[in-house]
């Protein structure tokens, strides 16, 4: 069974700070993962997802995340932290073993705050 | 390109009755999922239809939730009778056949049960 662990279910920070949310994944094969985001009043929004090929993938609005396997983690940052960044954030896998098992399995969900 | 939307937004209803959610998919995205988020907890896996078929409905909690996607376009959520527990907000995503299979969600329905 899959599984997502999420450091810290609150993270604050000040405004132009680096922006860290870690995420571990427990997968028995190579998984999928995303990072998706939920501002106030809104759904969830994909920021990003590694599948395959290069280990740091780009995200929208800044966010990068890096997959590294001998750590099974996969985790979210931004240089410099704005204050429209503030919203719950949510790391997810998926298998990747093929056939139709599509679901993702999610993390807890991290709320960052952005001080001014 | 339309999103995937949810209807509605929000409901408050008391423990016995009946609620029914609804999913409308991205245009031509055949794979169609519920989740769950209860208070607290993470987002959760309820089921997941390939057009009008159910392809694993192992996260449904129990009997009294009802899914239903016929004709393979929008989607229906029943919970009858609702309890307390079942509060929280359900989300609904979609996405293509085939590719990396990223799903897109949609804003989710709040359900209070009173």
């Known amino acids: 069974a899959q599984s997502v662990t999420q450091l810290g279910s609150h993270v604050s920070v000040s405004e132009g700070a680096l922006v860290l949310l870690r995420c571990n994944y427990s997968?028995?094969?190579?998984?999928?993962l995303f990072w998706y985001v939920q501002y106030p009043n809104q759904g969830l929004q994909l920021l990003l997802k590694?599948?395959?090929?290069?280990?740091l993938v780009k995200g929208i609005n800044g966010f990068e995340a890096e997959f590294k396997k001998s750590e099974t983690s996969f985790h979210l940052t931004k240089p410099s932290a704005h204050m429209s960044d503030a919203a719950e954030y949510f790391c997810?896998?998926?298998?990747?073993?093929?056939?139709?098992?599509?679901?993702?399995?999610f993390g807890k969900g991290t709320l960052l705050t952005v001080n001014p | 390109e339309a999103g995937v939307t949810q209807f509605p937004s929000h409901s408050v209803i008391e423990k016995g009755q009946t609620v029914t959610l609804r999913c409308d998919p991205i245009s031509g995205h055949d794979n169609l999922y519920w989740y769950r988020r209860v208070m607290g907890k993470e987002i959760k896996f309820l089921l997941h239809?390939?057009?009008?078929?159910?392809?694993?409905e192992s996260g449904m909690p129990n009997n009294r939730f009802l899914a239903e996607r016929t004709g393979g376009t929008y989607s229906t959520l029943k919970v009858q009778p609702a309890e307390l527990e079942d509060s929280g907000v359900y989300f609904c995503?979609?996405?293509?056949?085939?590719?990396?299979?990223?799903?897109?969600f949609g804003p989710g329905t709040r359900l209070t049960v009173l």
């Open positions: 997810a896998v998926r298998d990747n073993s093929g056939g139709s098992n599509y679901k993702l399995t």
């Open positions: 239809f390939v057009k009008e078929s159910k392809q694993d």
């Open positions: 997968s028995s094969v190579p998984p999928y």
């Open positions: 995503a979609s996405s293509q056949v085939g590719g990396d299979g990223t799903q897109y």
């Open positions: 590694y599948t395959t090929g290069a280990t």
